[in-house]
Structures are given as structure tokens and as C-alpha cells.
């Protein structure tokens, strides 16, 4: 299938102004997966829990998914984006999959970041992998690249491509992607943001691009720069993700030695 991300610079508080600018530049792409970055509808430095209660959204109920779902329904395409998701008064840094059969699923991030955790609930979702026309997609969001678990999960859970919503500030995380892809012989497709934000007399948050597409070998098929507006797109034979052997006499998850990987 082809796979893509778009890389680009949300304007904070701007819900339907980026919804608009990400409809605006997808619709005329054949592509069958899109990821967009983490919080790409609202922007990312919030300075207050009444902030995030203002943009948040229910899921699949708000504004953001049910435009997502008919971008998808009308494109036959899947997507996975990052939202400020609202639930029961409680707030999540979370990510959408929708499809041409519509709202498919959430992902609350596991992993949270900094001030995110003034904001935000811990995602209680638990990693999760969806099966679709295209592939297995699994989701997880920025920070989560850190913990090798995150990517080791959703590879047992049988994920094909890992989609990355991202809202990267620190430098490591794209030449890190290659490895998590290599130990676990999966897809990943990183959509990271642009720009930067400085708000509420805060920290200027300064944001890294070089999204990305690397295939189960680790190699890098697409990256993007590291200050502008990208389109990524790469062809992803999935047959390679769901091939776990290395060789005659090593296959990648049947040789874990589990009782050996507790501290």
C-alpha cells in the first residue's frame, strides 16, 4: 500500500483552520494510510486546564473525527491522527483511526511528556492494533518512541505499520525509529510537526520535523526536512512486516526468552 504523512505547522487554538488546511492538501492525494501529527488540530503548549477543556473533544462524537471519518469515507482512505480528546471530565492526549467504514478507534497516549502531564490524563487505553483492508495498523504517540515496550507490544499484538503521531522537541527520536523497526520487523510512519510555539510566558517550544517512513529492515523511506511543510508518501509491501525470520534458525518474536526479561 502507499503510506503517508504530512508534516506541518498547526496554528494553536485554530481547531477549524488546521482541520481545514489538513483536508485541504490530503484530499488530492492517492494514498491508502495518512498519519497526521500528535495534537495536530489544536496545537500542542497549552497553558491551562480550562485550555484544555475549551479545545478537547469527545471522540468519535467532536468536530475533528467526524470530519476525519468523511475525509476518509470520501477518499477511501485511512487515517490516524492525533486529538485533544475529552471523556467524562476527564482529558487525554489520544489518536484516532478512521476509514472508509468509518470511525474505527482511539489510542489515549501511555506515555506522557513533560507538562503534558498537567493536563492529561495517562492514556488507560492499552496499546492497540486494528485490522483493516490495508494492513494491521498499531498506534503509538511521540514520547511512547522511548519505551522499547510501546513498539514491542504493538509488534506481538501483530501490527504491520506502527502510525506515530508526533509533537518532537527532542532530537533522538528519528534515527532512533530505525531501530525500533529493525527489532520488531515492522512499519512505522512518524508525523511530526513544524514550527514552534511560546505561549503564557512559557518555555519556547521548538519543533523538529524529519517525519518519517522506515520499512522493517531500517531503512529510512522518506524523510522529511526539518522546517517545512512536507507530503511524505512510500510504497510499504506489508509481506515484509509479517515475515519474523531472520534467518533458518532465528525467527524475531519465537526466540524471545521471556522468562528471562522481569527485573
Known amino acids: ?21 489538513v483536508l485541504q492538501i490530503v484530499s488530492d492525494k492517492q494514498v491508502a494510510l495518512v ?7 489544536t496545537g500542542y503548549q497549552f497553558v491551562s486546564k480550562d485550555e484544555v477543556s475549551s479545545l478537547s473533544e469527545e471522540i468519535p462524537a467532536g468536530f475533528t ?29 489520544s489518536a484516532v483511526l478512521t476509514g472508509p467504514e468509518g470511525f474505527i478507534g482511539v489510542y489515549r497516549k501511555i506515555h506522557l511528556f513533560s507538562e503534558e502531564k498537567l493536563w492529561f490524563s495517562p492514556g ?6 486494528w485490522d483493516t483492508a490495508v494492513g494491521k495498523i498499531g498506534i503509538m504517540i ?4 522511548l519505551f522499547p515496550e510501546s513498539a514491542r507490544t504493538l509488534a506481538l499484538k501483530g501490527a504491520d505499520v506502527i502510525a506515530h503521531p508526533a509533537n518532537l522537541v527532542l532530537p533522538y527520536c528519528p534515527d532512533a525509529m530505525p531501530t525500533r523497526c529493525l527489532e520488531n ?7 511530526n510537526r513544524t514550527g514552534s510555539e511560546e505561549r503564557g510566558g512559557k518555555e519556547r517550544l521548538e519543533f523538529i520535523g524529519t517525519s518519517e517512513i522506515v520499512s522493517p529492515a531500517g531503512e ?14 512510500a510504497e510499504l509491501d506489508i509481506s515484509q512486516a509479517r515475515n519474523k525470520n531472520l534467518n533458518a534458525f532465528n525467527n524475531l518474536l519465537e526466540d524471545r526468552r521471556k522468562e528471562f526479561y522481569t527485573s
Open 1 to 21: 500500500m502507499i503510506a503517508g504523512f504530512l508534516q506541518f505547522d498547526p496554528v494553536f487554538g485554530d481547531i477549524e483552520g488546521n482541520v481545514s488546511r
Open 35 to 41: 498519519v497526521l501529527p500528535e495534537l495536530f488540530s
Open 65 to 93: 473525527t467526524k470530519r476525519l471519518v468523511e475525509l476518509s469515507k470520501d477518499k477511501k482512505l485511512y487515517v490516524v491522527a492525533g486529538i485533544a480528546e475529552r471523556d467524562s471530565g476527564s482529558f487525554y492526549n
Open 124 to 129: 488507560n487505553s492499552g496499546f492497540k492494533v
Open 142 to 145: 511521540c514520547f511512547d518512541w
Open 185 to 191: 520487523r515492522v512499519f512505522a510512519v512518524t508525523a
Open 220 to 233: 529510512i523511506l522518506y524523510r522529511a526536512a526539518r522546517d517545512s511543510e512536507e507530503f511524505g508518501l
